[in-house]
């Protein structure tokens, strides 16, 4: 009900097992159930009876159904013999339906769902739905149409936790600093928000808003937040190999400069967070979703939610270990980026066509993190002896592929096993470096040396911009060429 379907932000039911029943509560920080229970006698009866009366007249909003979300007289609660109608030949329900807002600006606007671009399958967590939309608005001056045509919006529902930092906010923070630093390059490359609406679950209201009041803090807090941001292009609608490594080292150059210029770490980079905007015929990398982002000054205090940061096919071996203390660190997203090329070059034989089955690295996408990490370890810390089985289309990869590839398989296997722990912050990592060993071949890192942020700087801006700067023997667009490493 939650992962399918129309967009909820929890749901309510009754599970029987043969003669047990147990009610039944989720929602994107719980899952809440009654003991098992047995009508066993007319009292218990009764008030099995009248609890089911008591859901039946819950409202849509009280069942989890979003406010405003007009779904076209689509009611499968009340009558059940809808469920059969809307599903054929696989048409999302959602689209279609409308959802009705009032923006920041206090203007009230309608859209349409037209296409359904991503549903998340989770329960717990963010959750994301993602679809584009048109407005529906008939007022003069809407901005949102040109020409008297609506053009299409993406509108992206979200339920994350209410410490976390909010995307709009970072966006805009980084939008700001691009204009007013000057660095008016990276606008190109950020994406570009119209408006977002934050709703709290209250106290009092709200099911949610009791759950935290009475689990206190064995409930993370969260909110429902609608935001609506310029339509960007996939990967999977690139056609040239140079396009897509320009796209990837845009993302590498906006990335470095948000760290280090704005100071936001982005942390979960994944294949459907790295998009494109085409301009004058040229295309501009994009590096989309901060829902997860954190400002780099306020990750030393503690975690802004329970749940473990990135997509998991794409996650670095250190956020897979539940042994790993030593925080999100911006290599473990260089290294999320070389899992997402990799992806895309073996798993593809071209721009949105999967290679056959069985296709390479397909035990990343499913089972626990700690078979993603076993995968993943037997991957990149054991010998290969049939190299990288990347595709012909993208075979103008393998040099940086097999770069990066190196680096990462010899600075963790050289990192010194007596300090398996790294240093509490990247200040202490620093103080190791009492030497500057750089050699690609050497075992000589030790305590006394070993750098931990990057790996003993085989996995820094630096090394990996030297290695995407050029593509099949020339020079890339470099965009920030005010970089200290340019």
């Given amino acids: 009900m939650l992962s399918k379907g129309f967009i909820r932000s929890h749901a309510v039911g009754i599970t029987a097992d043969d003669t047990s029943l147990r009610f039944q509560y989720y929602d994107r920080s719980k899952v809440v159930e009654s003991k098992p229970f047995n009508i066993v006698n007319d009292e218990v009866k009764k008030l099995f009876m009248a609890m089911v009366c008591q859901l039946n007249k819950l409202s849509t909003e009280n069942l989890g159904f979003i406010p405003n979300l007009d779904l076209d007289g689509f009611d499968h ?14 048409i999302d329900p959602l689209v279609g339906s409308t959802y009705a807002f009032t923006g920041s600006d206090g ?20 959750c994301s739905i993602v679809v584009e939309v048109e407005c529906l608005c008939t007022e003069a001056g809407c901005d949102w149409h040109e020409e008297g045509q609506a053009t299409t919006k993406v509108m ?17 923070e980084a939008r ?12 190109n490359h950020l994406p570009e928000v119209i408006d977002s609406i934050t709703f709290p ?18 409930y993370e807090e969260r909110v429902m937040r609608v935001t609506f941001l310029d339509k960007l292009q996939p990967l999977s609608d690139l056609e040239d190999p140079r ?24 942390r979960d980079l994944s294949s459907g967070n790295i998009m494109y905007r085409r301009k004058n015929g040229k295309v501009y990398g994009v590096l989309n979703d901060f829902d997860l982002s954190s400002r780099v000054r306020d990750m030393n205090k503690g975690p802004t939610s329970k749940q473990r940061m990135g997509t998991r096919p794409f996650m670095s071996l250190d956020l897979l270990n539940p042994d790993w203390e030593g925080g999100h660190l911006y290599r473990h997203d260089l290294e999320s980026l070389f899992y997402i090329m990799l992806c895309l070059a073996c798993r593809y034989e071209a721009p949105g066509v999967p290679s056959p089955d069985p296709r390479p690295y397909s035990e990343w996408f499913s089972g626990t993190d700690a078979e993603v990490l076993s995968n993943k370890s037997k991957f990149l810390l054991n010998a290969l002896s049939k190299g990288l089985p990347v595709q012909p289309y993208f075979s103008s990869f393998k040099q940086w592929l097999w770069k990066i590839f190196k680096g990462l398989r010899l600075g963790y296997t050289l990192r010194p096993l007596a300090y398996s722990n790294p240093p509490a912050s990247e200040t202490d990592s620093k103080a190791w470096n009492l030497g500057d060993d750089d050699d690609e071949d050497s075992d000589s890192d030790s305590k006394f040396n070993y750098e931990w942020t990057t790996l003993n700087k085989r996995v820094s801006y630096a090394k990996i911009r030297s290695i995407m700067s050029s593509f099949e ?14």
């Fill in 77 to 90: 609660l009340r009558n059940p013999k809808q469920l059969k109608l809307p599903h054929k030949n696989g």
């Fill in 107 to 126: 203007r009230r606007r309608r859209v349409k769902i037209t296409k359904v671009l991503y549903h998340a399958e989770g329960i717990i967590g963010r």
């Fill in 156 to 172: 992206k529902i979200s339920f994350p936790s209410m410490t976390r930092p909010s995307e709009d906010g970072l966006i805009g």
């Fill in 176 to 187: 700001s600093t691009a204009e007013s630093s000057g660095d008016l390059w990276a606008l």
């Fill in 201 to 218: 679950y209250h106290e009092e209201t709200t099911v949610q808003g009791r759950l935290k009041k009475h689990l206190k803090d064995d």
């Fill in 243 to 266: 396009e897509f490594a320009q796209v990837f080292y845009d993302v590498l150059q906006i990335h470095q400069w948000l760290y280090e210029r704005v100071g936001i770490l982005h």
């Fill in 473 to 486: 023997g020339q020079p890339l667009e470099t965009r920030w060429v005010g970089n200290p490493d340019h």
